[in-house]
């Protein structure tokens, strides 16, 4: 396993190289966040061992667990499964980074609950940017107005945006919904603020999504294969 990990790693790492340089960008732009759900202790060691220090988890107590057991190591955790107002206390005292805040109601638990030893704790607000009913996320018209109202949360640092758009292997519908949520950062920079962050893309449109400007790409199964069952 931690052989067949280092191999993926080292492929995706090549991939983002290859797709920064072909349109102008530099590598070094580009967070690869690897998605761990559902794996073992042993696949996050084996990914660290590679290198990989920034790892996104869904599944609360299963993350904990994680943390927890791999705390002696300076991983990164991302949190970006669905938020639910009875889980903000553990999410804000063990993450370093939320990508799935989408109303100012778990913004402002977040930020309460966050203890004053933690460095504030990245955000980035979660936008339906193809306005899938099957997905989460505040809709780009209420985007600006969340954004305000996080910014004058002074535990919480928002990053920016991300995006799950609705399934799709028409690459010009992806590339479009990457650029909306692009052209959407833009509009809320205009408005005084200075997000650095768009998190978009996963296994299947990574290129796209960094083409269109994308700066944490989240890399599940091309790391680590197929998932496996929800714990």
Same mark, same amino acid.
């Given at each position: 396993?931690?052989? @067949?990990?280092?191999? $993926? +790693?080292?492929?995706? &790492? ?13 590598? *070094? @732009?580009?967070?690869? +966040? !690897?998605?761990?759900? /559902? ?7 084996? %990914? ?9 988890? $869904? ?32 999410? !804000?005292?063990?993450? =370093?980074?939320?990508? /799935?805040? !989408? ?8 930020? @309460? ?5 933690? %460095?504030?704790? $990245? ?12 997905? *989460?996320?505040?809709?780009?018209? =209420?985007?600006?107005?969340?954004? &305000? ?5 002074? &535990? +919480?640092?928002?990053?920016? +945006? #991300? ?25 809320? $920079? ?5 997000? @650095? /962050?768009?998190?978009?893309? #996963? ?5 796209? !999504? ?10 599940? /199964? ?6 496996? #069952?929800?714990?």
């Amino acid at each position: 396993m931690t052989n @067949d990990i280092k191999i $993926n +790693l080292q492929k995706i &790492r090549q991939q983002i190289t290859e797709s920064c340089t072909a349109c102008g960008r530099s590598a *070094s @732009d580009v967070m690869l +966040l !690897a998605v761990s759900k /559902t794996k073992p202790i042993e696949a996050i060691e084996a %990914a660290y061992s590679a290198g990989q220090i920034h790892f996104g988890e $869904n599944y609360l107590q299963e993350a904990i667990a994680k943390i927890n057991q791999l705390g002696q190591l300076p991983l990164h955790w991302h949190f970006i499964g669905r938020i639910q107002s009875n889980k903000t206390r553990a999410i !804000a005292e063990n993450f =370093d980074w939320v990508h /799935t805040v !989408a109303s100012y109601k778990h913004a402002h638990r977040l930020n @309460d609950q966050r203890p004053p030893a933690l %460095a504030e704790l $990245n955000i980035c607000i979660q936008v339906n940017i193809s306005k899938d009913p099957d997905k *989460s996320g505040v809709v780009a018209e =209420d985007t600006l107005q969340l954004a &305000r109202q996080i910014s004058q949360l002074p &535990r +919480l640092k928002l990053r920016g +945006l #991300m995006t799950i758009p609705e399934a799709t292997s028409d690459q010009h519908k992806q590339r479009q919904f990457f650029r909306q949520l692009a052209d959407l950062q833009d509009k809320i $920079n205009s408005n005084g603020f200075s997000l @650095d /962050t768009l998190s978009m893309g #996963m296994s299947g449109d990574m290129k796209i !999504a960094i083409e269109e400007g994308s700066t944490i790409v989240r890399i599940g /199964t091309a790391i680590f294969g197929k998932r496996d #069952m929800n714990p």
